[in-house]
C-alpha cells in the first residue's frame, strides 16, 4: 500500500485540531498497512507555524513555504496538491470536511480525475482498497463507500471523528519544497480575518456549560434554564436553531458554524446531536445528555444519559441545588 497524504490546515500559525485528527487515523491506517504517514503543509514563509507539533504525528513533512500560501486560497492549493499528487502517487489523501476542504477536495477530484468520497466517519481498506464510513439519514445509519479503482483515492474526514492525540510516537524530517515557478496566478484576495460570534460572554473559557436545544420549546423557557446554569456557576450555550431563531445570540452557539468548547462539564439539554453540533464539544470533559428521544444520536458521544423531559430534570436539579 502506498504512502497516506494529509493535508495539514492551519490558521493564523495554530494547526488545526482536524489535522491532528487526520493524522491519528492516517498513522492507525499506515501502522496496520506498513505505509509511511506524510503530512503536506503550505503555509506562509515567516515559519510561524507550529510544525513542531505535526513531528511527533508524522513519517514525513513535505513543507511548501511561500508568502502567497500564507492564507488558504483553495485554486492555489488545489494546483500545488495535484502536483504533490503526481510526485508522490500516495494511496490516499486525506483532506477535512472543512470550509478548506469543501473548497478544494472536489476541485482536486475533478482535476486528477480521482475517486473521492467526503464527510467520511472512518476508513478501513479491504483488498487493498480503502471503503469509506459516512453517516446518512441524518447520523441514524452508516453507510459503506467504495471506490472505482484508482492508485489514488480522495477522502475528506469530519471533523470530531478521531482522536487528537498523538496515535504512535513518529519522528518526521521536514522537507523544504521550491514553489512551482508556474502556477497560474491566484484570483483571490485576503481581506482579513473576523472571529465568529464574538460577544459579550466567551462559552470557549467556560468550565460548566448548560447547552440547550430545539427541545427547550419555545423562548420563554430558557430563563429556567439561564437560572440553573447560574446556580451550577456555569454559562449557557445553545445548538445552532435557537440562534436561528434569534432567541439567543451568535456568540452562545456551540459547533461548526458557532464556537468549539472545552468545558469540564457540557450539560445537553434537549439537543438531538447533529454532527455539526457535536464536532464542537470534542473537547469537552463529561458530556451529560437529557433527551426524550431513547435514539437520540447525542446519547452516542454522551458519558451519562438521561432519557427523560428536560424541563423535568431542569426543575429537580434546581430544587438540589437550593
Ligand atoms: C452548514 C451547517 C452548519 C451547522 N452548524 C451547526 C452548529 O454550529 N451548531 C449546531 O448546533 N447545529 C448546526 N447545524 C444544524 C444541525 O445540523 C442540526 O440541525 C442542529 O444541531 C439541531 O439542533 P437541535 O439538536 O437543537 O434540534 P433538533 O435536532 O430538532 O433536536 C431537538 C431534540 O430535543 C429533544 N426534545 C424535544 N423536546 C424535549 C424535551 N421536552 N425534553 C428533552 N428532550 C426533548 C428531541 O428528542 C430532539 O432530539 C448546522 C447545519 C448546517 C447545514
Known sequence: MGDILVLVEHRQGEI??????MLWKANELSKENGSKTVALLLGGDDGDIAIDELKERADRIILFKDKSLEQFDGSLYKEIIYRCLNELNPF?????????GMDVAPAL???????MASDCVDIIIEDNKPKAIRQ????????????KDANTYIITIRPGSFPTDI?????AEVEIKDLYPDLPPSKKQFIGYEEAGAGEVDISQAELLVSIGRGIGEQDNIPVVQELAQKMGGMISCSRPIVDKKWMPKYHQV???GKSVKPKVYLA?????A???VAGITGAGTVIAVNKDPKAPIFRVADYGVVDDLFKIVNALKEKLS
Open 275 to 277: 454532527f455539526q453540533h
Open 136 to 147: 446518512i439519514y441524518n447520523g441514524k445509519i452508516f453507510s459503506r463507500v467504495s471506490f
Open 92 to 100: 490516499l489523501i486525506l483532506i477535512g470536511q472543512t470550509p478548506w
Open 269 to 273: 439539554l434537549g439537543i438531538s446531536g
Open 16 to 21: 488545526r485540531e482536524i489535522t491532528h485528527q
Open 255 to 257: 459547533g461548526t458554524s
Open 109 to 115: 477530484a475533478i482535476k486528477s480525475n480521482l475517486p
Open 167 to 171: 496515535y504512535d510516537s513518529r519522528n
